[in-house]
């Protein structure tokens, strides 16, 4: 089992940069792979960013790409993104998670909400124009 909590989230102007971060707790949190989802109001959940579990691998969504990065420092049991050249888009709760497979290979990572095995209680980031 583990626990995410998410933190990092607040209310930004277009162009600005946040950073979030997932604190996780429990067994062999370096040997899973992380992700970055968000939501937005009247939206479905969606893909952001992917990191494989030893941190070699990551993936982004088209609409962040460039933008942000995701990054991880398994010593200390967290995740970050660093989210920069923020918009109005960018506007969700954001969610990190964490998918448990033994027989994931080291540099892979994943993108469907589906994929993953745990879940973070989410942190609001607002961007205004």
């Known amino acids: 089992q583990v626990q995410l909590v998410e933190s990092g989230g607040g209310s930004v102007q277009a162009g600005d940069s946040l950073r979030l971060s997932c604190v996780a707790s429990g067994r062999t949190f370096s040997s899973y792979p992380m992700g970055w989802f968000r939501q937005a109001p009247g939206k479905e959940r969606e893909f952001v960013a992917a990191?494989?579990?030893?941190?070699?691998?990551?993936y982004y969504a088209e609409s962040v790409k460039g933008r942000f990065t995701i990054s991880r420092d398994n010593a200390k049991n967290t995740v970050y993104l660093q989210m920069n050249s923020l918009k109005p888009q960018d506007t969700a709760v954001y969610y990190c998670?964490?998918?448990?497979?033994?027989?994931?290979?080291?540099?892979?990572?994943?993108?469907?909400?589906?994929?993953?095995?745990?879940w973070g209680q989410g942190t609001q980031v607002t961007v205004s124009s």
């Open positions: 998670a964490a998918r448990e497979s033994p027989t994931d290979s080291p540099g892979t990572y994943f993108i469907r909400e589906y994929e993953y095995h745990y």
């Open positions: 990191i494989s579990w030893n941190a070699i691998t990551t």
